[in-house]
Each structure stands twice: as structure tokens, then as C-alpha cells.
């Protein structure tokens, strides 16, 4: 199976900044779209930022101008640069691949266990 690690998480103060790196390791042989999504208690999980094959992103309102989601193709890594953080931002972060893996004619979605982001003072 496909295996989605997260790293990167952490506590920080309002206006400070984290980085978010997930790596997937296992059988692949096409990653279609790369996703961070988070979820805060008592909230729907909602997407904060994807980007697809061809290199274009999107982010949630919310986040635009603050964070910026990049990619290691060669490593199947995607990162999620997060600055300026607000206590709003605190949340549990998933990292999401859309994979095609070897056999198989369509693509599915791996998810990571997620990894916990905190802004307070």
C-alpha cells in the first residue's frame, strides 16, 4: 500500500511560521494531485490547498497570501509553508495524494494520519 508520512507539526506563536512535509512511500506509478486539508475541533475537514500534475494550485480563501503549497516530484513530496499563523489556523493538517498505483487504471486517494498545528500565545 501506499504510506503517507507527515512531519513538521508543532506549537508556535501568532505570527510565526511552519513548514509541513509529507513523503509517500510504496508502490506508485503516477501521483495525479497533492492536498493539505485540516480540521479543528468540532469542525468538517476542509481543504486548505491542492496542486495538481500540471503545477497549479489552489488555496482557501483563508490562507491565501499566508501559505504556499509546493512539491518535490522526485522525492513524492509536498510541503505546505505556512507564515503569518493566526490562532484560527490551529487545527489537525492532512496531507492527501490522488495515486495511481501499478495495476490499477484509476486513481485513489491516501491520506496521511495527520499531524497537529497549535498558534497561541
Known amino acids: 500500500q501506499v504510506q503517507l508520512v507527515e512531519s513538521g507539526g508543532g506549537s508556535v506563536q501568532p505570527g510565526g511560521s511552519l513548514r509541513l512535509s509529507c513523503a509517500a512511500s510504496?508502490?506508485?506509478?503516477?501521483?495525479?494531485?497533492m492536498g493539505w486539508y485540516r480540521q479543528a475541533p468540532g469542525t468538517e475537514r476542509d481543504l486548505v490547498a491542492r496542486i495538481i500534475s500540471g503545477g497549479s494550485t489552489y488555496y482557501a480563501d483563508s490562507v491565501k497570501g499566508r501559505f504556499t503549497i509546493s512539491r518535490d516530484n522526485a522525492k513524492n513530496t509536498v510541503y505546505l509553508q505556512m507564515s503569518s499563523l493566526k490562532p484560527e489556523d490551529t487545527a489537525v493538517y492532512y496531507c492527501?495524494?490522488?495515486?495511481?498505483?501499478?495495476?490499477?487504471?484509476?486513481?485513489?486517494?491516501?491520506w496521511g494520519e495527520g499531524t497537529l498545528v497549535t498558534v497561541s500565545s
Open positions: 492527501k495524494f490522488d495515486v495511481v498505483v501499478p495495476g490499477i487504471t484509476w486513481s485513489q486517494e491516501f
Open positions: 510504496g508502490s506508485i506509478f503516477r501521483i495525479n494531485a
